[in-house]
Nanobody, 122 residues
Framework: QVQFVESGGGLVQPGGSLRLSCAAS????????MAWYRQTPVQQRELVAA????????SIADSVKGRFTISRDNAKKTLDLQMNSLKPEDTAVYYC???????????????WGQGTQVTVSS
């Protein structure tokens, strides 16, 4: 069972930047595509960005396109999300997970990490 630990969240002013990281345990990290999701108390978990297993292909949600960038380092077993030009509506808890395929982007594991809180506020 792979475990994910998200970090890098915090309080930032509108227009600011944050870089989230996801550390994965287990030896099969490089096999699976990965994704970042976010969730608020009033909104279901939504897909923010996905990346193929080798990092060649990425997909970014329309709501954050042009502002967020996803990347991965298979040697370090880490997944990053660079978030620029943050808006108050980006406030959420951010999670990472492997996905069954890059096309489907269905979360692979039922067990999620604790997530990392991002709050965008002046």
């Amino acid at each position: 069972q792979v475990q994910f630990v998200e970090s890098g969240g915090g309080l930032v002013q509108p227009g600011g930047s944050l870089r989230l990281s996801c550390a994965a345990s287990g030896s099969i990290f490089s096999i699976y595509p990965m994704a970042w999701y976010r969730q608020t108390p009033v909104q279901q978990r939504e897909l923010v960005a996905a990346i193929s297993s080798r990092g060649v292909s990425t997909s970014i949600a329309d709501s954050v396109k042009g502002r967020f960038t996803i990347s991965r380092d298979n040697a370090k077993k880490t997944l990053d999300l660079q978030m620029n030009s943050l808006k108050p509506e980006d406030t959420a808890v951010y999670y990472c997970n492997a996905v069954t395929s890059f096309q489907s982007r269905i979360p692979l594991y039922d067990a999620w990490g604790q997530g990392t809180q991002v709050t965008v506020s002046s």
